[in-house]
């Protein structure tokens, strides 16, 4: 099908920690298309000093979702913009069952076919440690790890030599934890719902960053980089 990725719109959905971020990062640069992360919309909007940034704020802080006609807008008109139209990777949406079906509707109405949803698989106690470790350059956004992905020269970033550094304010215990059982009671559900529609894969995430970017390209039928 999309050899080189272009015209594919995917889901990529799983826990919390489980890559997507990083996973979508990857398929971006393959694909050619763009990677919209709800997560990275929200907090972009949570930095503002206005209502909806305050409330969004305490709601992330606390690990629960924002709500989801919001999000729904949202998603909706940012697929609408230029840089969606060679396709584009959702990651963290849709989080609820009624994103999921919401979702159908839009794309349905927008003449555009949701090619796959990938669901990257990662046990709870290997997330905890993924998350509590994670941290990124605050210029370019490249994401690194205490323990598993140090940057090369120490408190330098490897891909734009930013010196700084930063950790989410999510990226707590307490936070996390909310967040998997927010994930099992909400997110979850909308597994079985694209399993029905034909639409579901699922990918092991434990191993390297390359093994899973691999599984996952060989799902969407990406040509292997040489
Ligand atoms: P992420 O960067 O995907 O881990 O998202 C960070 C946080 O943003 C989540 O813990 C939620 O609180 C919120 N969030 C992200 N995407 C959604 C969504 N589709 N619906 C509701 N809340 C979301």
Redesign the pocket.
């Known amino acids: 099908m999309h050899t080189d990725g272009s015209g594919l719109h995917v889901v990529l959905t799983g826990a ?2 489980c890559g ?2 990083t996973q979508a990062r990857i398929l971006k640069e393959r694909a050619h298309i763009c990677h919209l ?7 972009a909007e949570a930095q503002k000093d206005t209502p909806l940034g305050r409330d ?1 704020k305490a ?2 802080d ?7 006609e ?2 729904i807008e949202m ?1 909706s008109n940012r697929i609408d913009l230029d840089d969606c139209q060679n396709g584009f990777i959702l ?6 069952l009624p ?1 999921a079906q919401a979702l159908e509707k839009i794309l349905v109405q927008k003449g555009i076919k949701l090619d796959r949803v990938i669901e990257i698989q990662v046990p709870d106690e290997i997330i905890m440690e993924r998350i509590l470790g994670r941290y990124s350059c605050m210029q370019c956004g490249q994401g690194y790890h205490d323990k598993f992905l140090k940057p090369k020269v120490y408190g330098v970033c490897d891909v734009c030599g930013g010196t700084t550094f930063a950790r ?1 304010r ?1 990226d707590n215990r307490a ?1 996390v934890q909310n ?1 998997l059982v ?1 994930y099992r009671m909400l997110t979850y559900p909308t597994i079985p719902y694209f399993e029905k529609e034909g639409l579901l894969s699922c990918v092991d995430g434990t191993g390297t960053i390359e093994s899973t970017a691999a599984k996952i390209a060989l799902v969407l039928g990406l040509a292997q980089k040489r």
């Open positions: 919390p920690g997507k971020g992360s709800t997560g990275e919309m929200l907090r969004l709601a992330l606390r690990g629960e979702f924002a709500t989801d919001m999000i998603v990651d963290g949406f849709p989080r609820t994103q989410r999510d936070t967040r927010n």
